[in-house]
């Protein structure tokens, strides 16, 4: 099978800025409470008339753009996300409408919360695989600000809004990302009830035990792709994680001996944007020069299902 790498990244946030000062005014909580205990300072959510459909398509134009490549050429499309703004049509399909993609491709939503972009980096690599075009458009996007529980004090002051896009390109003789998935079904750590499920469509979760599978999950992931390809720490350019809190991350990166200046994170502005989070970093990462063409990076994430993943991802 032939190997995908990443050609170009886009990214688009909602405008509204929302401080933890602004949620002083609105829950029972504190700048300092949060900043301590998760890293989060603002985080985006949309507000009056502006929708995640745009924001996305948005991350997805700028990711073609920097790729160089044109919308004829893209021949599958997948977008990650829990919070799509329509069933149906797909995130995906409104998408393909607004950026002009071909019509004889597959495009589609993937539901694997926070892992999901690496859940469609992997699917998109066997899509492209059978396909006679060698580009593909993988999206993280979410609208978490419309799933928010405002009574609960411990989830509200987490997620954000926004999309990450990357352009892949496959080709022969290109290495695998080499994607390390799981799932282990779980309804009581973490849950968002779907419209027809009989109770309200909030995120819940029971945050100490998620922090607890997260930070075993992260490390065992980075083991499981440095094995697989048979790279060490120092072969790796970046260590990407899923931005959940920032504490999770620092755990991680400690208990793994990764040289600190080869992690990043955005949490602070963004909080936590589940399926959105990794190609957010991966484009902020990208802008500022850190990574481009050879880099490798290792991105791990987690989230609710549960599900983790790792892939070991190199840029064209
Ligand atoms: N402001 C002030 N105090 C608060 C707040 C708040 N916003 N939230 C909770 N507290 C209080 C609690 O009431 C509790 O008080 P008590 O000791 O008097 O009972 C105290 O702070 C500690 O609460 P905990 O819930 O134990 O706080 P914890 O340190 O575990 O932090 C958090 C909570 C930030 C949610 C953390 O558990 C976490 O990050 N968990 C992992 C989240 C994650 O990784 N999610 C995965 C992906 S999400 C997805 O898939 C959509």
Redesign the pocket.
Known sequence: MNGIKIRGTGRDVPKKLVTNRDLEKM????DE??TA??GIQTRHHCGEGERISAVTAEAAHRALEDAGVSPEEIGACIVATVTPETLVPSAACTIQRALGLPRDIPCFDLNA??TGFLFALHTMECLLNASPRKFGLVVGAENLSRVINWAD???C??FGDGAGAAVVECREGWPSVSAVLGCHGNDEL?RLPGPEAGEPSY?S?E??R??KF?VEAVPWCVDQVLKKTGRTVEDVDFFVFHQ??AR?IDLAVRKYHIPPEKTYKNIAEYG?T?AASIPLVLSELREQGKIGPGSRVLAVG???GLTWGGCLIEFA
């Open positions: 829950v029972d909580t504190s409470w949060i205990r998760t919360a926070c004090r411990g989830t002051i987490l973490l995120v979760m945050g100490t998620v922090f997260a959940a809190n999770i936590n589940s987690f989230g609710g």
